[in-house]
Every structure is written in C-alpha cells, then in structure tokens.
C-alpha cells in the first residue's frame, strides 16, 4: 500500500510551465506503474502520461512534446513536467500507482488502485 501526495499546481498564463510533484509513501519497495491524470470540470478523468517501473513512459496525444513524466526513486517522488501550457489544460491533476511488474504503462483509471488528492492547475488565455 502506498500513499501519494501531489503538489506544485497553481496558476499560469498560457505559454507557462508548472511541474507537479507526487510524494510516494509506504511500502515504496514494491514495483508500481505510476501516472497523472486531470479532470476538467463535467468532464471525464483522462490519462495525461504514464510511466512503469522501468522508467518507460507514455504519453497523450493532447500532450505529447509538452508534457515530461518522470520519477527519483532516491527522493521516491514522481513528476510532471509541463510546458507550453494551454488553457484547455486547465484541470485537477491526479497522481495515481498501482502494483505491477516491469511493462505496464497504463492510462485508464480503472487500473490504478492508489490515487492522490489531487492539485488544481489553471491556465489563463
């Protein structure tokens, strides 16, 4: 069992950069898959980026060039860096894990087991 904790959302012009930060807690010893998701209001969560235990990753098309998932396994933190934001990327922003082996690079929701709290990220035109 894990616990996850985002942070580093905020507010940003369009054109701006925010990186997410996910703190990973618990029984940190065991392989996961991780990944971001958001919710924009009345809309359904979406997978945004994926990463396995490895360190392979995968991207949405609505993001992909923009947006960087990546993890310090020393830090047991996982991010996401985003650039060139737009407003359409306005949302809550969802870390998720779930327990899996090397190779699973996933991005439904109903797939992950552990989920965060979620940071509001907010961009302006």
């Known amino acids: 069992q894990v616990q996850l904790v985002e942070s580093g959302g905020g507010s940003v012009q369009a054109g701006g950069s925010l990186r997410l930060s996910c703190a990973v807690s618990g029984n940190t010893n065991s392989n996961y898959c991780m990944a971001w998701f958001r919710q924009a209001p009345g809309k359904e969560r979406e997978g945004v980026a994926g990463l396995d235990s490895d360190g392979r990753t995968t991207y949405a098309d609505s993001v992909k060039g923009r947006f960087t998932i990546s993890q310090d396994k020393a830090k047991n933190t996982l991010y996401l860096q985003m650039n060139d934001l737009k407003p359409e990327d306005t949302a809550m922003y969802y870390c998720?894990?779930?327990?899996?082996?090397?190779?699973?690079?996933?991005?439904?929701?109903?797939?992950?087991?552990?989920w965060g709290q979620g940071t509001q990220v907010t961009v302006s035109s």
């Open positions: 998720a894990a779930d327990q899996r082996g090397p190779g699973w690079l996933l991005l439904y929701p109903q797939d992950f087991g552990y």
